[in-house]
Structure formats: structure tokens, C-alpha cells
Nanobody
Framework: QVQLVESGGGLVQAGESLRLSCAVS????????MGWHRQAPGKQRELVAQ???????NYADSVKGRFTMSRDNAKNMMYLQMNSLKPDDTAVYYC??????????????WGQGTLVTVSS
């Protein structure tokens, strides 16, 4: 079974930096897209960043220039580097993956989430 586990969340002050990690375990035939989403209190879950086929990285306008998503295939990890954090960045952050398993069946997996709280 494919599993994603986030880590690295915590409480920081505005202007500080934080790096979130997502460990991927299990067998995957191919990855179509991997990304980070977040859900703030009272708001709908939104896309933060994603890496698509062809290594194209997309970012939400609200985080562009401040956040950087990356991956390390050798370590089966994906990361979200967050700089110049703002109170509006406070949310539960989730990593996710879409692809195909070894039987070429559709696969979508979400992590359990990690809380990021940015104080002013």
C-alpha cells in the first residue's frame, strides 16, 4: 500500500522559514503529478504547489516567490520550502500523489497533514 507521511510543521513567527517533508512508501509504477495542498480554518482546501509531467512546477499566486517545491527520487521524498511566512499561511498542509500502481491502475494518495501556524 502506498502511503504519504508529512512532517516539519510547527509554530513560527512571521518572516521565518520552514521546510515540510513528505515521505513516500510503497510501490508506484509511475507518478503523474505530486503536490502540496493546504486548508486554513474555515476555508476550502487549495492547491499550493505541484510538479506535473515534464517537471513543470506550478504555484498558487499567494505563495509564488516565497515557496519552493522539490523532490528527491532517490530518497522517495518531496519537500515544500516556505520562506517569508505570513499569518495567512497558517493551515494544515497535505502532500498528495497521483499516478498508477504496478498493475497500471489509477492511484491517488493523500498524507495525514501537518499543521503550520504563523504568528504575527
Amino acid at each position: 500500500q502506498v502511503q504519504l507521511v508529512e512532517s516539519g510543521g510547527g509554530l513560527v513567527q512571521a518572516g521565518e522559514s520552514l521546510r515540510l517533508s513528505c515521505a513516500v512508501s510503497g510501490s508506484i509504477f509511475s507518478i503523474i503529478v505530486m503536490g502540496w495542498h493546504r486548508q486554513a480554518p474555515g476555508k476550502q482546501r487549495e492547491l499550493v504547489a505541484q510538479i506535473l509531467a515534464g517537471s513543470v512546477t506550478n504555484y498558487a499566486d499567494s505563495v509564488k516567490g516565497r515557496f519552493t517545491m522539490s523532490r528527491d527520487n532517490a530518497k522517495n521524498m518531496m519537500y515544500l520550502q516556505m520562506n517569508s511566512l505570513k499569518p495567512d499561511d497558517t493551515a494544515v498542509y497535505y502532500c498528495n500523489l497521483l499516478g498508477f500502481d504496478n498493475n497500471k491502475r489509477y492511484l491517488e494518495v493523500w498524507g495525514q497533514g501537518t499543521l503550520v501556524t504563523v504568528s504575527s
